[in-house]
């Protein structure tokens, strides 16, 4: 199972809050983000390090999640331990058991699948697990529809100290705490698309004799365009259209079936499907990606837990529902059908057709920046022929490489204690750095009298408890501390702890050792340490990543034209619609979206500086857009994109725009990679022959600033010139 830096850093937070006093852990994250994923493989790593637990799936009742669940994790964990209600039943529960059970089964009034008697057996089952000494973990599945009394009820028998709520819609709870994945991170991993398009290229006005055949006809024009690049791309993917309808609309649904028919879109061919509570057509097999229908009408969001990738257009006829209902709706067409981005705007987004005025500002308050109008530009003429150099990545490597993340490790250790070949004197050094050297597992407690709250103010001193070594009973410690070192950084625990072993084990053979202990010492060194090692490796990465040297060689060029036509998003509610004239894509907003506060300065900075003849927005990712190749220690490749192309003259520079600089001259910029692309961007600025830097905004002058020579995160220093003074 291969998981994106984003589960990884998920998982990880999963496991810190494990450890705070906290009962209730809140897991929001978005369709399409891979949460089962990330549970199961929690869970799996989970019960490696800490014995007598028992994990507690709880799902909501459509649609048998449950079964859903418990396949993925058979999927994703090989071995795993997994059970469904009628197993616990027939054998109770057990170490390591993890357990899917659908909620009604056990709350609904009336359901047989556990009548009274039943029900009674199920407790006595949780008792005896509680009185053999196992430990429950909940996790709550959707948890926004199973907040009940009766639901609570169910938690409180499992009489759980830990609880992990998981939902793309959580309701508030006190105390919690919240690990949030952001729809940007889910969104850079490709996993799901990029935008969500609102009624893409309707005019000012729309004119039309029957509202519900215009918004037919544009989404079915849509599905066919898409439906036609990926065959382009030798792909035999059929993207799907969901026309969702108001409850009670009977001749509204013969209105739609009629409209389809004219299309040639029909139940009997097999291209039209139908989700209603009394009717279901051609759903068998719907999710699969060259499925032959394409358009599946409903009357409610789709039963939750419903995966169908290829879903890209949702077709919106007016009703008044449910918000968090309808977002849920609109999550089933974000999902990428191939878990990548195509690098083509068509295929990597979602579209919305509708003229429901509430449920569009409902879309666009809770997507924010990702829920955009857009329309098609075209590239004015004169800018046609603007050339340069694109460079791509001749090998892609998604994961460190344990060889040289090793090799980082000790180049930094080398670096900060003066680390050498001298084993006996690398432990002195480590020793005076603060590292802990005992055969035993060192714990720390207070001892004392304070008179208040404040520890800090009473009379208390720190004892220290030592513990021999088990390294049955803290095997499990061990393995948990390496596995936080390997998930800080992205590493499989596997790799993780042959780097640990290979650097302190005297039993594992490698040339540049910085200690030689014993086995057992290993253990106690790894445990007593684990907070410091993990700081080390982390930062050892963080310093190779600021070491990187390019090999040129295993950079592809090509030629880059900006493109002839591009989607344009921008926000349609903005008052100022100004076009800004200097842009090299005819009728370009001001209101232009999404951008950041440095982009949009930027831009109006262009506009009115007589120096610059045009501007042109890079994009962010594609083989389309301009892209310039650098390479981290652990052999991995990545791409910057700059962010602007200008025309000073008959001169093109090249502009990276960044967070700025404060009143007192603290940096906003939050990229730890900035001085590396601005070496990147030099390097690549001198081979070309070609000007640029980056820019920034100085809060105090409100000036935006350019740093053209040496990178320097100090405002003051002579590196940096107000932009107005070079561009006028």
Same mark, same amino acid.
């Given at each position: 199972?291969?998981?994106?830096?984003?589960?990884?850093?998920?998982?990880?937070?999963?496991?810190?809050?494990?450890?705070?006093? &906290?009962?209730?852990?809140?897991?929001?994250?978005?369709?399409?983000?891979?949460?089962?994923? %990330?549970?199961?493989?929690?869970?799996?790593?989970?019960?490696?390090? &800490?014995?007598?637990?028992?994990?507690?799936? @709880?799902?909501?009742?459509?649609?048998?999640?449950?079964?859903?669940?418990?396949?993925?994790?058979?999927?994703?964990?090989?071995?795993?331990?997994?059970?469904? @209600?009628?197993?616990?039943?027939?054998?109770?529960?057990?170490?390591?058991?993890?357990?899917?059970?659908?909620?009604?089964?056990?709350?609904?009034?009336? &359901?047989?699948?556990?009548?009274?008697?039943?029900?009674?057996?199920?407790?006595?089952?949780?008792?005896?697990?509680?009185?053999?000494?196992?430990?429950?973990?909940? %996790?709550?599945?959707?948890?926004?529809?199973?907040?009940?009394?009766?639901?609570?009820?169910?938690?409180?028998?499992?009489?759980?100290?830990?609880?992990?709520?998981?939902?793309?819609?959580?309701?508030?709870? /006190?105390?919690?705490?919240?690990?949030?994945?952001t729809e940007e991170?889910?969104?850079?991993?490709?996993?799901?698309?990029?935008?969500?398009?609102?009624?893409?290229?309707?005019?000012?006005?729309?004119?039309?004799?029957?509202?519900?055949?215009?918004?037919?006809?544009?989404?079915? /024009?849509?599905?066919?365009?898409?439906?036609?690049?990926?065959?382009?791309?030798?792909?035999?993917?059929?993207?799907?259209?969901?026309?969702?309808?108001?409850?009670?609309?009977?001749? @509204?649904?013969?209105?739609?079936?009629?409209?389809?028919?004219? &299309?040639?879109?029909?139940?009997?061919?097999?291209?039209?499907?139908?989700?209603?509570?009394?009717?279901?057509?051609?759903?068998?097999?719907?999710?699969?990606?060259?499925?032959?229908?394409?358009?599946?009408?409903?009357?409610? /969001?789709?039963?939750?837990?419903?995966?169908?990738?290829?879903?890209?257009?949702?077709?919106?006829?007016?009703?008044?529902?449910?918000?968090?209902?309808?977002?849920?709706?609109?999550?089933?067409?974000r999902r990428m059908p191939e878990a990548k981005h195509y690098e083509d705007d068509l295929l990597d987004s979602c579209y919305l057709f509708t003229f429901d005025e509430k449920f569009t500002a409902g879309v666009k308050q809770s997507f924010g920046k990702r829920a955009l109008d857009a329309v098609t530009l075209f590239l004015k003429n004169e800018y046609k022929e603007i050339g340069l150099i694109s460079e791509q990545r001749t090998m892609v490597s998604s994961t460190r490489n344990p060889q040289k993340a090793i090799k980082a490790i000790l180049a930094y250790v080398r670096q900060e204690y003066g680390i050498s070949g001298n084993l006996s004197e690398n432990k002195t050094r480590l020793q005076t750095a603060g590292f802990v050297f005992s055969k035993d597992i060192l714990r720390h407690t207070i001892?004392?009298?304070?008179?208040?709250?404040?520890?800090?103010?009473?009379?208390?001193?720190?004892?220290?408890? /030592?513990?021999?070594l088990d390294t049955h009973r803290h095997g499990h410690e061990y393995h948990r501390a390496i596995g936080k070192m390997g998930l800080d950084i992205g590493m499989e625990y596997s790799f993780m702890n042959t780097i640990i072993r290979k650097l302190f084990d005297k039993k594992f053979v490698f040339a540049h050792k910085i200690l030689a202990l014993e086995s057992r010492d290993v253990y106690a060194f790894v445990i007593n340490n684990a907070d410091r090692i993990k700081l080390l490796v982390r930062e050892a990465m963080a310093a190779e990543l600021k070491q990187t040297q390019m090999d040129l060689k295993s950079v592809s060029k090509h030629g880059f034209r900006i493109p002839q036509s591009c989607l344009f998003t921008y926000d349609g509610s903005a008052k100022n619609q100004m076009i800004m004239g200097k842009n090299v894509y005819q009728n370009y907003l001001s209101s232009a979206e999404p951008r950041s506060m440095p982009e949009r300065k930027f831009e109006k900075f262009c506009e009115r500086s007589s120096s610059i003849k045009w501007f042109y927005k890079n994009g962010d990712k594609g083989n389309e857009y301009l892209s310039i190749v650098y390479q981290d220690n652990s052999g991995k490749q990545k791409l910057f994109y700059p962010d602007y192309l200008i025309g000073v003259g008959d001169e093109i520079w090249i502009i990276e725009t960044k967070g700025g600089f404060d009143r007192s001259g603290g940096v906003h910029d939050i990229d730890i990679y900035s001085p590396k692309k601005f070496a990147v961007l030099k390097d690549y600025l001198q081979r070309y022959g070609l000007k640029g830097g980056i820019v920034r905004n100085d809060d105090r002058s409100d000036e935006l600033c350019i740093c053209m020579e040496h990178f320097s995160d100090d405002i003051s220093s002579d590196d940096w010139k107000v932009l107005a003074t070079i561009l006028p």
């Open positions: 199972m291969k998981l994106q830096d984003f589960q990884l850093d998920a998982v990880n937070n999963l496991f810190a809050a494990m450890e705070e006093d &906290n009962r209730d852990i809140i897991l929001k994250s978005p369709t399409g983000s891979g949460k089962t994923i %990330i549970l199961t493989y929690f869970m799996d790593q989970y019960e490696k390090s &800490n014995v007598n637990t028992v994990f507690v799936w @709880l799902t909501p009742g459509k649609g048998d999640l449950e079964e859903q669940s418990k396949k993925k994790m058979d999927t994703y964990v090989h071995g795993a331990k997994t059970k469904l @209600l009628a197993d616990v039943m027939t054998s109770g529960f057990e170490e390591n058991d993890n357990v899917f059970i659908n909620w009604e089964k056990l709350t609904k009034k009336g &359901n047989n699948a556990l009548k009274d008697s039943e029900r009674t057996n199920f407790l006595e089952h949780i008792q005896h697990a509680l009185d053999s000494g196992l430990r429950f973990v909940i %996790i709550v599945d959707e948890s926004h529809q199973n907040d009940t009394i009766k639901a609570d009820e169910i938690i409180q028998y499992f009489h759980t100290e830990k609880i992990i709520r998981c939902s793309a819609t959580p309701k508030g709870i /006190a105390n919690a705490i919240m690990i949030e994945i991170e889910v969104i850079a991993s490709g996993l799901i698309k990029k935008m969500l398009i609102i009624n893409q290229d309707f005019p000012q006005k729309v004119e039309t004799d029957n509202q519900t055949e215009y918004l037919l006809e544009r989404a079915l /024009a849509k599905q066919r365009e898409i439906r036609a690049a990926f065959a382009q791309r030798g792909s035999k993917i059929n993207p799907l259209m969901i026309v969702q309808m108001p409850n009670k609309s009977d001749a @509204l649904q013969s209105m739609v079936e009629a409209y389809f028919d004219k &299309n040639g879109i029909t139940c009997e061919n097999g291209q039209l499907a139908v989700w209603l509570s009394n009717e279901h057509e051609n759903l068998e097999g719907i999710e699969a990606l060259d499925a032959a229908s394409s358009a599946v009408i409903i009357k409610q /969001a789709v039963a939750t837990g419903w995966d169908c990738p290829r879903a890209q257009i949702l077709v919106k006829l007016r009703d008044n529902m449910d918000e968090t209902f309808e977002i849920q709706t609109i999550g089933r067409i001892s004392g009298e304070t008179s208040t709250l404040d520890f800090s103010q009473g009379d208390l001193n720190t004892i220290e408890v /030592a513990e021999k």
